[in-house]
């Protein structure tokens, strides 16, 4: 079992495709207005989307919603979305984006954005994998998951496309696993860390 | 379509690598290639170079990063290899056609009182918003009073660019982006499809001067009307991109304008003051101070 730690996590990766609106709606519904890691969703999606997705993400949060622009400073307490067409990278207190080529086929890629996120914020990332119909995300949960981040994993049985989760359960076999409203009350109350020890 | 459930693992380190060490031996590699080779690749966004030195660890059959540093000081086919995947960008034709229309509306009418008007592409890559931008200038009938400098770092590129051949079966995409782009003509009148290739009109280049120019080491060449840079900042570091807005700010005429990628903005950079918006939701900026 993914166990926590004890200085607690400033940053949530959240990776989904289909089926994900409902699953993102829900989790940035269950967030409270206090809570303090800054939460990135990355939800594959179609190059020429438009604004669509912020606002009926935003409609359901008390955090602020924003999609991310290039060296945009990763800040506690809000909800970023990654942009449609770019990968998202995250370094050490702020986002990159990048044009290279899709990574199988998906353009933002979820292995990407954890992978990015293991190797900035280590054990202080959640890497959280939800609905989806393809095997993204995988590869990167199981590095945040060896870097010492904590590995959430939507139960496949209740997710609306099985296909994602399963994959990440194989790829992370002691990921907390639990059905989405259990995954999202779990996430509301998990420690923030502190952040003067901000790396 | 039927993807593999459990495919690879990405290029990347193995998951037991130490993050510092890594982190060091980057470092070291980007210090050789620039102390060897002179390009500087040392302020580029980590997260990405990070990437792409890993896919070329890959490709060459090394299992870590101070492998691939000593076979490109050894090996200059390799150093050639690596500077390819370090400094190219994937680019299309009318990316984000919303921005072309934008710039067809705002900025065109601006172009038009100007007699003669000079375009930087920076960062230009295989050319193909060159042109599109002059595919917009013909059609706006400024093309003839205009010249465009196309610059990338690498050469490679810029000989591609300077071909005008693009692949055919990124034709139906582009001509889609372009009617979305405003465009007014029908899109195959530009290109002959000539094998697996689409060859644009040598009419569409005669006013364009394809150069080599480095970003990070070279200074400005001219002063410009408009300064088209998309998709190519988002790969440095916040201190090189504030010294290329510097290097920008320098070469733009009064009231030029600056196009940054539709995910770029001057907010993180310390130019946001001279700067104003042009549209709400292009990345359109009038230099006014």
Same mark, same amino acid.
């Given at each position: ?199 | ?35 060897? +080779?002179?390009? =500087? ?9 990070? &990437?792409?030195?890993?896919? *070329?660890?890959?490709? $060459? ?104 051949? +693009?692949?055919? =079966? ?9 009617? &979305?782009?405003?465009?007014? *003509?029908?899109?195959? $009148? ?100």
């Amino acid at each position: 079992m993914s166990e926590t730690n004890d200085v607690g996590y400033d940053l949530v990766v959240v990776g989904t495709s289909w089926g994900g609106l409902a699953a993102l709606r829900a989790l940035v519904n269950g967030l409270p207005k206090s809570f303090g890691m800054a939460v990135t969703l990355v939800q594959h999606r179609h190059k020429d989307s438009d604004e669509l997705l912020r606002t009926l993400l935003q409609e359901r949060s008390e955090l602020e919603v924003c999609e991310i622009e290039d060296k945009m400073p990763v800040e506690q307490g809000r909800v970023y979305l990654a942009p449609p067409d770019y990968h998202t990278l995250v370094e050490r207190g702020h986002f990159s984006l990048s044009t290279e080529a899709p990574v199988r086929f998906s353009r933002p890629s979820i292995d990407v954005a954890f992978l990015s996120a293991a190797d900035s914020y280590a054990h202080r990332a959640v890497g959280v994998v939800l609905t989806g119909a393809n095997s993204d995300g995988s590869n990167g949960l199981r590095r945040i998951f060896d870097r010492g981040g904590l590995a959430l994993i939507q139960d496949p049985v209740t997710a609306e496309s099985p296909t994602m989760p399963a994959s990440a359960v194989r790829s992370v076999p002691r990921a907390r696993v639990m059905p989405l409203p259990e995954l999202i009350r779990y996430l509301a109350v998990l420690p923030t860390a502190p952040q003067e020890r901000h790396i | 379509m039927a993807l593999p459930l459990n495919p690879g693992p990405l290029p990347g380190p193995p998951f037991t690598y130490n993050a510092d060490l890594e982190r060091l031996e980057i470092e070291l590699l980007l210090e050789g290639v620039f102390r060897h +080779f002179g390009f =500087d690749f040392r302020s580029y966004a980590y997260g990405s170079i990070r &990437r792409r030195l890993w896919k *070329r660890v890959e490709a $060459e059959g090394l299992k870590t990063i101070s492998e691939l540093q000593s076979r490109i000081l050894h090996d200059a086919d390799a150093m050639e290899r690596l500077l390819l995947d370090l400094s190219v960008n994937v680019t299309t034709m009318f990316r984000d056609p919303t921005f072309y229309l934008e710039f067809r509306e705002k900025i065109i009418p601006v172009l038009r009182t100007y007699p003669f008007i000079r375009i930087w592409h920076a960062g230009c890559s295989t050319g193909e918003e060159v042109f599109s931008m002059a595919i917009m200038l013909e059609e706006e009938g400024l093309y003839d009073r205009t010249r465009l400098y196309a610059t990338d770092i690498n050469d490679v590129v810029l000989q591609r660019a300077k071909q005008g051949i +693009f692949p055919l =079966d990124r034709m139906q995409e582009y001509t889609d982006n372009y009617i &979305r782009a405003g465009g007014i *003509r029908s899109f195959s $009148e530009y290109y002959t499809a000539k094998y697996d290739g689409a060859l644009f009109s040598p009419s569409l280049t005669k006013n364009v001067v394809f150069s080599q120019h480095n970003l990070v080491t070279d200074r400005s060449f001219s002063e410009f009307h408009v300064i088209f840079c998309r998709n190519v900042l988002i790969y440095f570091d916040k201190t090189l991109q504030n010294r290329v807005h510097k290097l920008f700010y320098d070469s733009l005429v009064m009231f030029g304008t600056l196009a940054l990628g539709s995910k770029e903005s001057l907010k993180f950079s310390e130019f946001e003051t001279h700067y104003e918006r042009i549209s709400s939701v292009e990345k359109l900026y009038r230099k006014v101070h």
